[in-house]
């Protein structure tokens, strides 16, 4: 098989390194990626991101290969099979996001996340491909005798992060989280069987925890874009309830499933589930503006039409008696019952924390094999802000006339 270059505006070319990834790619399991937007409804405040969970994970692929060469560079051994089924691991780490990615995670996989459904679809592919992902499965599931791969995975400073964090800052224009990927990966090593940095690099950690601290205030928890998705969630928290009336939603067949059976058999879910993309949701969306619930047909328009709601933050949490006069407010005003008032009012809160010191901490290390945790080192300024949990809570309501008509 010829094997492709594509060409990338973050790395430039992304060259293809065995024909077995690139038969993966050209699978629909990882085609059907590029119907998925990587940032949700982030495009409603930043128009450009509209890159696609496909480019992602190319770019995580190919930042697997940079990994591989810097610790062979150190004498890794590190052979060709691992290499490829790492190559695989990065490659499809996203099979198992659903349309809009993280939005919709909680009303169609509400039993399932998506990395229960990356691991599940790479499996099926096992199966397909003849047991040739075997050893990518156990690095994905961390249950390889070499922990640093599953760290090159999932971890504080994993290949995903390095990619989607530069890929999202050069999409949205948000120029603080634009990291040095190249530099974090040069000064990645192995210590007994654990990856570990360079102690070199603590300003690039330190910057790096930063720039996602930064990209999740900024860009990831916007409170435009996150008021957009909570409403795309009550979108379908009614579209469950109507799926039974006499006047159901119309929907694609793969999301009239997820409707109708939420606790169904796993391959009966897979089956549905990767015949789903954002088209999907598109579609349901423009249908709902015309549908005889008011509340449904509302959320449809608030979305299509960004006509949304206010959202005011705080560091307190608001107080239940002033959400319920709002939702009475608007149940007035738009003859709405209080359960359909609570689609429009209603409040929550959401909290981020940028470094967990005791989920798999970075570990510093010199050249004689003398380790400290990143948070111990004397160069960090930032240790306190970063290991900081912060906690905001929201309240959101319509903000003015025109949403019911």
Not at 83 to 101: I, K, T, V
Not at 186 to 194: A, F
Not at 212 to 222: A, D, T
């Amino acid at each position: 098989m010829k094997l492709t270059q594509y060409n990338d505006p973050i790395y430039g070319f992304i060259t293809i390194p065995t024909p077995f990834i690139a038969k993966l790619i050209n699978h629909p399991y990882v085609q059907r990626l590029r119907r998925i937007k990587q940032m949700g409804l982030s495009f409603l405040v930043f128009p450009s991101t509209e890159h696609t969970r496909f480019q992602h994970a190319l770019g995580a692929m190919h930042l697997a290969i940079k990994a591989v060469q810097a610790l062979r560079s150190q004498q890794v051994t590190i052979s060709d099979d691992e290499a490829e089924a790492l190559y695989a691991c990065m490659l499809l780490h996203d099979l198992g996001h659903g349309p809009f990615s993280h939005a919709l995670e909680r009303v169609l996989l509400s039993d399932t996340g998506h990395e229960e459904m990356s691991v599940i679809l790479m499996e099926d592919l096992n199966t397909e491909f003849d047991g040739k992902l075997s050893l990518a499965i156990q690095m994905f599931s961390n249950t390889y005798t070499r922990p640093f791969f599953y760290q090159l995975i999932a971890s504080h400073i994993d290949l995903d992060r390095l990619d989607y964090l530069k890929r999202d800052s050069f999409y949205s224009g948000v120029t603080e989280g634009n990291i040095n990927s190249e530099r974090l990966i040069s000064m990645m090593m192995v210590q007994e069987g654990q990856l570990v940095f360079n102690a070199k690099a603590v300003y690039s950690i330190e910057k790096f925890l930063l720039a996602r601290r930064m990209m999740y205030w900024s860009v990831y928890l916007h409170k435009t874009s996150f008021v957009a998705e909570e409403l795309l969630i009550r979108f379908f928290t009614r579209a469950m309830a109507l799926i039974s009336s006499s006047n159901p939603p119309k929907t694609s067949p793969a999301l009239a499933y997820f409707l109708s059976n939420r606790e169904s058999a796993t391959e009966d879910k897979k089956i549905h589930f990767t015949a789903l993309d954002d088209a999907d949701v598109w579609m349901m969306l423009k249908t709902a503006i015309t549908h005889d619930d008011v509340v449904f047909s509302s959320l449809a328009k608030m979305i299509l039409y960004r006509r949304l709601p206010k959202i005011e933050l705080s560091n307190h949490s608001f107080g239940e008696k002033d959400i319920v006069k709002r939702q009475e407010k608007i149940a007035e005003k738009w003859r709405l019952s209080m359960d359909e008032a609570a689609y429009f009012v209603f409040g929550g809160s959401f909290r981020i924390q940028g470094y967990m010191q005791k989920e798999n901490p970075i570990q510093l290390c010199d050249q004689n094999g003398s380790c400290r945790l990143f948070d111990t080192s004397p160069e960090t300024a930032y240790v306190d802000t970063l290991t900081k949990k912060h906690r905001k809570h929201f309240l959101v309501y319509p903000k003015g006339d025109g949403y019911f008509y």
